[in-house]
């Protein structure tokens, strides 16, 4: 059993009507909303019945969550601005996407992220020095990805589209009663990769879910350049289900990724989620969205923060009493605190470490490399000390 | 002891592969009832089924990436790319993603993935079906590239390479499909050449020449018809572009004191630049004149009319070996 940071089992069997196979396919503006930004519960007549088993405790819980990748997120900003991380890409914003997407996930789903979803590590059970240390700089992954069925942060663009495609049929071979979850966002569903990753899972129905988090922005270029159709209305031409769902709302992303994921489980093939979202923050550390970005949009926008919906949904329910918060807030604190020394703390790599792991097995030309390059080392007449260089 | 052709000796090893390894699964496009297109996996749907002989959609970028999700899981996916001019579109899926996974999940991960290639020209083909991009390749590190000259190495090789935990790029000759050969396929891969290894096969003292692929044959021709005139070639078939075997290279190019290295691929930044800056670097003092490169020309692989001028045949390459050697050649009186 995989658990998250606090120790509590993430994942948990779906509920659902067991006819998870006609979905309706939700194209157009047809925005599956179960809470609305004023925090009010929306029933719905085919989706109640996914988030039935979310009582009070869960969704204090998935509160918790979502404030705590915020906490994460500020904190390792702040860790970038002070020179302790070389980049940092924000996902402020993006929470409820991320964690009712990843909470929806069993232990044995493979999920194959790009590398806005720190969220999504944390969940899948990430430490947080794991999480921190490709953007220190120190390793060029962070966790085992076959340890918690999460591959490394993937910087091309939709490439592991097609992994998690491949990875899919890799499970129909098998026989397995498992999914498999692929991000990305807007601006990947440009890429051919995207697109091919969708012929190919409609050919062989592979039990793969898309979920593009569309955040709005590709870097400075807007969703418009990408498409002129809702993105969710493109998997359709390739004779995939798609739905379109508020981002923002916890509750409506978890719903429809149950929906995807038993689907695919259960041999009905691949899914697409559009999660309708946004990037409040930049691209990364290093991108300035003042110079592309209206101000009114964001501020749009921030009204419909996904963290001030639950809150208000959890206050109207009588849910958010001191004691909750404390709790959260001494959970981010503490999360946040050790983000921090675990990433200061970080020992560097060491200098030959360089050559290591480029084979499987010896190769030759890297050896001759790695040998001159100690020669080299040692030629300065101490031993090397570790970050020496 | 059988006669096979090149594309039939392929054929079993793939064959055994399949056999010996449930994991082992082959995708690529036409691979199936059609055999691909040089027949190369004829047959074998028909023997082990479309889950282990898959169909894939005209999408070359697909095709690979969908073998890294494949690795993850745990198979070996071998890989065909139809034309070595197709491959480009799978470019970024082989040298950002099947070459670096080991090395970006710290060993975690590994990539054993094949990516067959027919590659070369000499079968009057339009463009893009007769090129030689393993220089885009042998640049990438995590990715091990080979190229077979004879119907027993491919038998054997495309075994080695699917077995390997590494990536392998397998580049087959495809004007030599059809030449015939002896293949023992009771032979056992414990006893073979390792993958890594190159192999004299011809011994000579007064030049080495370094050939792969479809020029081993070229290089042999030659290297008998430079006998008659009483020049000693030695000829050393690569087999493994990445990595070089340099210690076969060294001690042969000590004995000679002299360097052919012979490809169809463009001269710039080639194969054989490599060779002659590396065997320069370990062999300087050894050596009695400058390497010498013979290879396709620094253009566009031409139309078919003119590829026999693109193509080093027997007679350039001998004028190569009389370069080396500071006997007149076409070269004779040029300064630098």
Same mark, same amino acid.
């Given at each position: 059993m995989l658990t998250d940071q606090a120790g509590k089992g993430v994942h948990r069997d779906t509920p659902g009507p067991g006819h998870s196979a006609q979905i309706p396919l939700r194209t157009g503006g047809d925005l599956l909303q179960l809470v609305s930004p004023e925090g009010e519960r929306i029933s719905h007549p085919e989706f109640d019945i996914w988030v039935k088993d979310i009582g009070d405790e869960h969704l204090c819980s998935l509160y918790e969550d979502m404030t705590v990748i915020r906490r994460i997120d500020a904190e390792a900003t702040a860790l970038q601005r002070q020179g302790e991380l070389a980049l940092w890409p924000p996902l402020l914003g993006q929470e409820a996407a991320q964690i009712g997407s990843s909470r929806s996930l069993r232990d044995d789903d493979f999920v194959f992220p790009s590398y806005r979803e720190s969220g999504v590590a944390y969940v899948r059970g990430a430490h947080l020095s794991e999480i921190a240390r490709v953007w220190r700089g120190n390793a060029s992954y962070g966790w085992d990805p076959l340890r918690i069925n999460l591959a490394t942060p993937q910087i091309i663009i939709g490439? %592991?589209?097609?992994?998690?495609? $491949?990875?899919? @049929?890799?499970? %129909?071979?098998?026989?397995?009663n498992t999914a498999v979850l692929a991000y990305f966002g807007d601006g990947a569903t440009s890429e051919g990769d995207v697109n091919e990753a969708m012929v190919f899972a409609a050919s062989y129905q592979a039990p793969v879910v898309f979920f593009c988090q569309n955040n709005h922005w590709a870097i400075s270029e807007p969703v418009r350049v990408q498409s002129h159709v809702q993105l969710a209305d493109r998997p359709t031409g390739f004779g995939i289900p798609s739905m379109r769902v508020d981002g923002n709302d916890v509750l409506a992303v978890m719903a429809a990724t149950r929906v995807a994921l038993d689907r695919a489980r259960k041999g009905g093939g691949p899914t697409f989620i559009e999660a309708?979202?946004?990037? @409040? $923050?930049?691209?990364? #550390?290093?991108?300035?969205? #003042?110079?592309?970005?209206?101000?009114?949009? &964001?501020?749009?926008?921030?009204?419909?923060?996904?963290? &001030?919906?639950?809150?208000? &949904?959890? %206050?109207?329910? $009588?849910?958010? #009493?001191?004691?909750?918060?404390?709790?959260?807030?001494?959970?981010?604190?503490?999360?946040?605190?050790? &983000?921090?020394?675990?990433?200061?703390? @970080?020992?560097?790599? %060491?200098?030959?470490?360089?050559?290591?792991h480029v084979y499987s097995t010896p190769n030759s030309w890297i050896e001759r490399q790695k040998d001159h390059y100690s020669r080299y080392l040692n030629s300065f007449g101490q031993p090397v000390e570790e970050g020496a260089l | 002891m059988s006669k096979l052709t090149f594309a039939r000796a392929i054929n079993a090893g793939l064959r055994k592969s399949l056999e010996n390894d449930p994991k082992v699964v082959l995708m690529g496009e036409d691979i199936g009832s059609l055999g691909g297109v040089f027949r190369v996996t004829d047959g074998l749907q028909k023997d082990f089924g479309k889950h282990r002989v898959i169909d894939s959609p005209l999408a070359e970028s697909g095709i690979i990436g969908t073998a890294v999700g494949l690795a993850y899981r745990g198979y070996r996916p071998v890989c065909e790319i139809q034309f070595d001019g197709f491959i480009y579109p799978a470019f970024d899926q082989i040298v950002s993603q099947v070459a670096k996974m080991h090395y970006r999940t710290q060993g975690r991960v590994k990539m054993p993935i094949t990516i067959r290639v027919p590659f070369g020209g000499g079968i009057g083909s339009p463009e893009h079906h007769s090129e030689s991009p393993e220089a885009y390749f042998t640049h990438t590190s995590g990715l091990r590239v080979v190229a077979v000259s004879n119907p027993q190495?491919?038998?054997?090789?495309? !075994? !080695?390479?699917?077995?390997?935990?590494?990536?392998?790029?397998?580049?087959?000759?495809?004007?030599?499909?059809?030449d015939k050969g002896d293949v023992d396929e009771t032979f056992s891969l414990s006893e073979a050449l390792p993958l890594d290894k190159a192999a004299v096969v011809s011994a000579g003292s007064d030049v080495t020449l370094i050939a792969y692929g479809p020029l081993v044959k070229t290089a042999r021709d030659a290297a008998m018809a430079a006998a008659d005139e009483g020049i000693s070639v030695e000829v050393i078939d690569l087999r493994s572009l990445a990595p070089v075997d340099y210690p076969v290279v060294e001690a042969s190019v000590r004995k000679t004191g002299r360097l052919v290295i012979t490809h169809e691929a463009a001269q710039s930044g080639g194969l054989g630049a490599e060779i002659a800056a590396s065997i320069t670097e370990r062999c300087f003092h050894y050596l009695e004149s400058a390497p010498v490169r013979i290879t396709g020309f620094d253009v566009p692989y031409p139309y078919s009319k003119l590829e026999m001028h693109h193509l080093p045949d027997l007679d350039r390459i001998l004028d190569g070996v009389d370069r080396a050697l500071g006997r007149p050649n076409s070269l004779s009186g040029l300064e630098g």
């Open positions: 490439s %592991q589209s097609l992994h998690a495609t $491949g990875y899919a @049929m890799g499970v %129909q071979l098998d026989g397995a309708v979202t946004y990037r @409040m $923050g930049p691209h990364t #550390t290093a991108d300035d969205p #003042t110079r592309y970005r209206d101000p009114i949009e &964001l501020e749009d926008w921030a009204a419909k923060d996904p963290i &001030l919906r639950l809150r208000k &949904l959890l %206050q109207a329910k $009588g849910l958010l #009493t001191d004691d909750v918060e404390a709790r959260v807030k001494s959970k981010a604190d503490a999360v946040a605190a050790e &983000l921090r020394s675990s990433c200061i703390d @970080m020992p560097d790599p %060491q200098p030959l470490d360089v050559f290591n | 190495d491919a038998y054997t090789m495309i !075994q !080695q390479a699917i077995a390997s935990d590494d990536p392998v790029l397998y580049f087959e000759p495809k004007r030599r499909y059809h």
